[in-house]
Nanobody
Framework: QVQLVESGGGLVQPGGSLRLSCVAS????????MGWYRQAPGLQRELVAT???????NYADSVKGRFTISSGNAKKTVYLQMNSLKPEDTAVYYC?????????WGQGTQVTVSS
């Protein structure tokens, strides 16, 4: 089992920045991809960005050039630096980890972009 805990969400004005963090615990040795997804009210959950253990990254077109995903050194930690935030980035952001063919999810952290 893998447990994921997100932090860093909040309220920010358009054009502002936030940094999300996700820490994995439990059976983390075989995690091969971690990433961020988001879900806005009334919409399906969508990919934001992923990072593989080997360092390969993948971004949704809507966040390219504004968001950066990175991973920590010691623990299975993944960050999402979000710059130039827009109202349409408002959503619950979920951390995901892939291990052994299973997808594990965190509880989510709310990001609200509003003036």
């Amino acid at each position: 089992q893998v447990q994921l805990v997100e932090s860093g969400g909040g309220l920010v004005q358009p054009g502002g920045s936030l940094r999300l963090s996700c820490v994995a615990s439990g059976s983390i040795d075989s995690i091969y991809v971690m990433g961020w997804y988001r879900q806005a009210p009334g919409l399906q959950r969508e990919l934001v960005a992923t990072i593989a253990t080997v360092g390969t990254t993948n971004y949704a077109d809507s966040v390219k050039g504004r968001f950066t995903i990175s991973s920590g050194n010691a623990k299975k930690t993944v960050y999402l630096q979000m710059n130039s935030l827009k109202p349409e980035d408002t959503a619950v952001y979920y951390c995901q980890a892939l291990r052994g063919g299973y997808a594990y999810w965190g509880q989510g952290t709310q990001v609200t972009v509003s003036s």
